[in-house]
């Protein structure tokens, strides 16, 4: 998530590229049979011995969504300003959505 808004916000390629790389370590170390799995300890060696036999919905409900955010090659969103970042907010699952606008009382 801070790699894809510190791209939107700077436009830094940098953060794209620390994006590409957490996507290819995942592909690299968590990539299994039907899925991926998570690490007992990501301090440690990535081997067999340390995986736990789980997916964390996260990684396909929050993190690859931000990855894809950041290098869908659709001509309707490689504009960085697509989703812009001022009329929009994103929920937790990175949803983007229109801000509330105050009520008066």
Same mark, same amino acid.
């Given at each position: 998530e801070s790699l894809y808004l510190l791209w939107k916000v700077t436009g830094e390629q940098?953060?794209?590229e620390a994006g590409w790389t957490v996507f290819r370590k995942i592909e690299q170390?968590?990539?299994v049979d039907g899925g991926y799995t998570s690490l007992e300890d990501v301090s440690s060696d990535p081997s067999p011995t340390n995986r736990i036999d789980e997916m964390k919905s996260f990684l396909l409900? #929050? @993190?690859f969504k931000y990855l894809y955010l950041?290098? &869908?090659d659709d001509n309707s969103m490689a504009d960085?300003?697509?989703i812009n970042l001022?009329?929009?907010?994103?929920?937790t #699952? @990175?949803?983007p959505l229109p801000p509330l606008t105050? &009520?008066?009382q």
């Open positions: 940098r953060y794209r170390f968590l990539k409900a #929050e @993190a950041m290098f &869908v960085r300003d697509h001022h009329r929009y907010v994103f929920n #699952e @990175a949803h105050p &009520v008066e």
